[in-house]
């Protein structure tokens, strides 16, 4: 079963403590900062979309991505209610990015590039995100570091809500760096009665200089890694990294012929 597909009803209600909000504050302050201003921003594996519909709601100009139908089909959902322009949702892999024109600036959020187990996918998706950004503009992304996914070895987690028990039972393999969360779901059903539902997630511990050399590879420059919600540099045992790369502004002329149709 692909990741998400019986989570994404549920998600929203699981992960409430996930500071949506607290995020996409963050990273606005971050936009205003920013020059060349930031106007269209892509928000990659975007999930349920609320992230992208709080830059949207913010007066963004979005386009948000992401793998799973399941969870696009809460995005566009969740959208629906926005009074101003909703972001657009396109159904794509990270190392298959492809949009219709070029953005100001793009995110990842909530460990999504962790899910890219394969050295040659985080590379694609690096150089896609490159090749899909204006020069000078802005990646942000944040990482579960190491630290944190060798700690979750051998430890089970669980999240509930009245209609709704997620059980995660997490494991660690030194030989990959891949942590492998087991997920059992169980749903009430309107007679009472509950589904159980069971998915697979794997995510690989990407260390700080891997990430830094395959951004650099790409032609990202100014790469700067930082705690969690914070400018700060991190701490030995962060559990969440928050990484920017730019693309440099000297390098407008590859933008004009992309521009051209010419791939």
């Given amino acids: 079963m692909k990741s998400y597909q019986s989570l994404a009803d549920s998600y929203d209600a699981l992960m ?12 606005m302050r971050a936009f205003r900062k920013s020059k060349p201003a930031v106007h269209t921003v892509l928000d990659l594996a975007c999930g349920t979309g609320t992230i992208a519909c709080l830059l ?30 909703p972001p657009l949702f396109l159904c794509q892999s990270m190392p298959q990015l492809r949009l219709l024109e070029p953005v100001d600036a793009a995110i990842s959020t909530l460990d999504s590039l962790n899910y890219l187990t394969r050295e040659r996918d985080l590379r694609q998706t690096f150089a896609r995100v490159y090749r899909w950004l204006r020069p000078g503009g802005r990646f942000y992304f944040d990482v579960n570091t190491p630290w944190k996914l060798r700690r979750m070895d ?15 039972r ?46 650099t590879e790409a032609g990202f420059r100014d790469i700067t ?21 730019v693309r440099p502004a000297e390098d407008a002329g590859k933008t004009a012929v992309r521009r051209t149709g010419k791939r």
């Fill in 16 to 27: 409430a403590d996930a500071e949506h909000r607290r995020r996409a504050a963050f990273l």
């Fill in 56 to 85: 949207a709601q913010a007066g963004y100009q979005v386009t948000a991505t992401d793998a799973s139908e399941e969870m696009l089909t809460q995005a566009a959902q969740k959208a629906a209610a926005l009074s101003g322009q």
């Fill in 154 to 168: 051998g430890q089970i987690y669980m999240d509930e809500t009245e209609e709704s028990v997620c059980v995660w």
């Fill in 225 to 245: 890694v930082s705690g969690d919600l914070t400018t700060c540099p991190p701490r030995e045992d962060e559990d969440r990294w928050i990484i920017t790369a």
């Fill in 170 to 215: 997490t494991f660690f393999s030194e030989k990959t760096r891949v942590c492998t969360y087991q997920v059992d779901l169980f749903s009430q059903r309107p007679d009472g009665a509950w589904d159980r539902e069971f998915e697979e997630h794997r995510e690989r511990a990407w260390s700080r200089e891997e990430l830094e050399q395959f951004l």
